[in-house]
Each structure stands twice: as C-alpha cells, then as structure tokens.
C-alpha cells in the first residue's frame, strides 16, 4: 500500500478519493484548473501500482500532446511499464484497434491497410462526385457537403437518415438528427444523402475511411460484431476519458461498447468548458453521465490550483452568467495577485502595438518569452500581432497555422508512400501520375481506373497490364512501366524490412524524379522546395528512431491524427493561438485579445441570441493564466477595408463587474 500512499501524497482529499476509485463509473467534474487532468494521471498510476497490466488501461485525451504529457508524468509516478499503456485521443486510438480488428468485419469492405483520407483528398473525392452528377461546383460547393456529412457521421446517421427512414443501428438519437434535418431544405437533404451515398462508395473502393468514419466504423463493428466486443471489452478492464465535455454520440457509444459490463469507465471533464458543439459535442453527455452509467459515482473538486485569486474571481463571475451551467465552487488559497486588466486600444493596429509591448515590459522585468499566450477567438485575428512581433523582432508561434504537412510538396512525396500502403488509393495515385508528369494525361489516369476496376487489381498492377494490353499511348506506356517498376521495387524493400521505410520513400522520391523535378522548379522559381522534401525525409528517418514497430502505416497514421497544437514547439517563443487550441494549457501571462461584442461573443451567437456556448470560451480563455490576465481590444477595426466602430463584449463586464444582468456597459480599461 505504501506505493499507492505516495502516489497520491501530493493530491488533496477529494483528488485522493478519485485516484484511489477502483471499479465502477466516476465521473470527476470541476472547474478548471482543479486539477483534472492530474488527478486522471495519478488515478492511471495508482492502478498501474495496484497490479492491473498496462495493457488492459485505455486513457483517452483531446489531443495527441496530451497524450504525451500524460504518459511521460506516469512514467515518472510509477516507471516505464506506463509506457505500455494505450493514451491516445479518441480518433488514435480507434485508428490502431481498427487495423487489429477490421479483419473480422469484411462487410464494411475496408482491409487492415486501410488509409485514412485527409481533407484533401475527401475534397478531391467529393469534387468528383459533384462532376460526376454534372453539379455546378460553385452552387454545390464540395466543402460545404463535406461539413454536413461530417455533422451526420458524428450523430452516427448514415444518408438513408436524410430520407427520413430511421437506421436501425440504434446508436443515434434520432431526435436530435430529426431536428438537424429539419432545418435544412428537403431538395439539400435528398442531395446531401446522393452525394454523401456517392462519397461512401468512393471511399470505399480506395481502401480509405475518413477521420469521422473512425469513431464510426469502430462503433459499428463493437456493436454489430460481437467476437470483437468480447474481445475488446476482455482486453481493456479500465477506460479513462478526460475532457469528457466535448465527446459526442458517437464517442459516447464507443466508450459504453468498449467498456461493456463493467463500466469501468472514469469520465473527467467541466461542462463549463464545452466548446465543441459545432463539431457535434454533446454537452448531455457529461450531464447525463449518471443516466449512460447507472450508479456512478461523481466527485466534485473545487479548490484551483493554476491561476491566481483575481483571476478565479473574473472567471467564476462571468460564468455564474450561464443559466445552463452545473452550479460548481471554485476556490484558490493562492494570493490575489495583480488585478485583471482590460484595456481597450484606439485601433487593431493599436491593440497589436500594446500588447506587445507589456510582453517587451515583461521580459525586460525578467519573464520569458515562453510565458506569454495571446489567444483569439478565430484565426484571422492572428494578422496585427504577427506583424508587429515580427517587426519588434520577438520570437513567436502561430500554433496551428499554416501547416507543414498541408504544404503540396510535402502531400506531394506523402503521396507516394500512401499510394505504396494503399495501392487503391486513386488520390494519392493521381498525385503520384502527375508530380512529375509521365506522359499519362486524364485519359490515360481515366483508362487506368477503369481497368483496375474492371480486372479487380490495385492500381500499381493496372499500371502494367494497361500497357500489355495496349491500352496506353507509346510515351504514357513508358512511363507507366517505369513508374510500375519503380513502386514493385519499393514494395519488395518494405516487405523485406517493414520497420524501415524512410531509406525506402528517400530512394523512390530519387528514383522516379521526383526530387529533381522540385530542384528544377526551385530554380525557376527560386523556392526551396526540395529542401522541404529533404527535411520530411530526415522527419521520417526521426520517426523511425523513436517508433521502431510503428512501420510505414505507423508513420502515416501518426500524421493524418497530427493536430494543431502538436506542432514541433518553438522553445522559448511567444504563443498565438485559438481559444480552442488552448483548451487543457496553462500560461503565465494571457492575453485575450478582440474583446468586442461580434468577436467574442461572435456575430452569429449575438443574432440567435445564445451566448452560453462563446462564454464558456470566454472562460477557458481567462482560466487558461496562471499569473497576468489582460482582457484587451480595439475601439476601430478595420473590417474589409473599412474603419468600424466597434463595441466592448459585454463578458468584459460580466467578469469584471460581478453577478447579476450585466451591467449597461461597462466603461473598458476597468481593472478588477
Ligand atoms: P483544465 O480544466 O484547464 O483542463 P484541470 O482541471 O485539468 O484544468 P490541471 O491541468 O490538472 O487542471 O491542473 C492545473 C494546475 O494545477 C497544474 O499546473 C497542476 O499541476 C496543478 N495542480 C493540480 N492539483 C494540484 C495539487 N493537489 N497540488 C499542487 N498543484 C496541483
Ligand atoms: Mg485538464
């Protein structure tokens, strides 16, 4: 026992008992900062130290990097057998137990090679079904198709649902679909379930699922496959899900299905941070908890431990707006510390310009650059600050900006490792086709599809028989037998050392020309290009250092599961990102910036009318500070070229002014 007491010796009674909780359900609900996330860390030790084997604990967490932080502070509570347990975020970890698993479900017509499609390629595909039907593409927009499947497939619907007939799954609440359903148009419903029927079949006869098809399939298969349910709910004796506020139906389902009969399930979370409604979070889910997992136990934690009295207060007062919110203490012995500040700057320019300049004050008083987080309700916002860091000359990270991976040389090489895990990806095989181009045009790709759909082979093999059997003009059928010696070749070096595909993808992207087609374009148009494939080839080489099991499909998985906040971090640089980006971090010093009413709150929650949502933003904002909190905007935004006036958001006064109807308007560059 001795083991355990020390395990828990730094939490406070209430963590202690949720910790120390064996069997049944918990739910553990707070505020934030209460230490959630670390109470779930200590209660995976203590089970760790009570014998179960690490193999038989699932830990699920909202993002790959608090997957990471979670294992590495088990490692240090109990050692390395912490290092077999499965932590991943919902998506991971249905990613790898549908490889094991999809085997025993071939009428989702899926192999274990299975890749997942990006939002490129489920564009790509969607934009062919829309050409197929000789849609308009500019009236039929492919993006906004793929958000409302989106929306259906994490409801668990499927397109018969759009028709209004019921699936008989049973894992939907029909209610909820009936009522989506009902607010969009019968002729966009009838043509959202062809596309979307289209789509389907397309995703499956490449061999790919898309990223909410993970969570999905994996859901359809426990329930409707019951030797892999018994085998999973045998495998995995504990569930642990943090952020438990923003699971959906579906998550919600696979969490019941995995867990079975047991219920050994311990759900954290606050549902006064839920901010994912518009990708389908559920809110009930964590308010309803008790109702999904009879006779669980739900222990409430209040005391703060991350920011400072000041900031607790401004938080807890603008929350207490919410009517729909679980009533929740939330206490700090810490000091008062410094008043929140809100200030309000004559432009955005302006604002970008203060701003900056505390954080210059701030480090010359001795912080360092690594304290600071400027957090915005959308991205856009991110612009005034870029520039004036960039001209002061400061260090910073755009977390989640324009991404490495979505650059087109890098999705360009990717290609071809995709199309060599998964020959019947006809995306990635286009891509491959034409970077560089072999000769083959659209009728020659056109040709290629049909025959490996005619003839039932992938399309590596339809690359040479098209060409015995003639079906190729003279220069696209040399092309296409090289380019099918080249992908053989390569195939054979990873079956014969699967765990080394880096040298493999380094000598293809030689081979086929790729890498001298870039230096070529590089010089016309002096980019660095190629230089990017090099760094993503030595990014590989590092993968496989770290992850010598995971193999090609390992390594694939890993980036299409990349998230925003697991970009390479910059070190000791100044932070912008998203509110949402920032859910579960802490910061030193925040700065919450465009506190103006259509900001946050946005315009679209000031016209419906429904604040609650962007004031739970609100709050995971203020709380995410530990030490500083400025609440700043601008008098004049430019807006499309015009200067507008704007107006404070009113959460400035309801944070700052106390319970009750908000104030009329509170002047801004109140302190607390
Ligand atoms: P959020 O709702 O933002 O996800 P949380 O409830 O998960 O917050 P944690 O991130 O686990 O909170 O903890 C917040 C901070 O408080 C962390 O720095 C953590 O180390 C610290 N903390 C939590 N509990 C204790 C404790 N008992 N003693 C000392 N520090 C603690
Ligand atoms: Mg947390």
Redesign the pocket.
Known sequence: MSSLDAIVS???PA?REAALHQDGPLLVI??????????ATHRLACLLARGVPPEAIVCITFTNKAAREMRERAVALVGRTAERVMIRTFHSAAVVLLRQYIGHFPQCGRTPAFSVADPTVQLALLKEVVAERNFDLKANRPESFLWRISRYKNEMADPETLLYRQPSNGLMDWERVRQMIRETDRYVNRLTAEIWQRYEEKLRKNNLLDFDDLINLFTRMLQEQPDVRADVQRRFAYLQVD?FQDTNVAQLHMVKLMTGERQNVMAVG?DA?SIYSWRSADIRCILEFERHFPGARTIL?EQN??STGAIIRAANRLIAHNAGQRPKRLFTTAPEGRPVVAFESETDVAEAHDVVARIQQGVAAGRRWGDFAILFRTSIQSRPFEERLREAGIPYQVVGGPRFYDRREVQESLGYLRLLYNPRDSVNFERVLNAPRRGIGERGLQRLLALAAQRDVDLIQALRLAVEEGQLQEQAAEGALRLHEQLIRAQAALDRRPGRFAATAEALLQETGYLEYLEQEDQRRSERRAEVVRSLISAMYDYERRSPAGGLGGYLDHLSLLEAQDEESGGDVVRLQTIHSA??L?YPVVFVVGMEQGILPNQRALEEGNLEEERRLCYVAI?RAREELYLTGARVRSERGEMVITRPSQFLAEALRGPGPAAAQAPVGAAD
């Open positions: 730094s939490l406070n963590q707070a505020g934030a900062g209460a230490g959630k996330t670390r109470t952020e606050d941070q934690l431990y991350r859910k579960g802490e709380t």
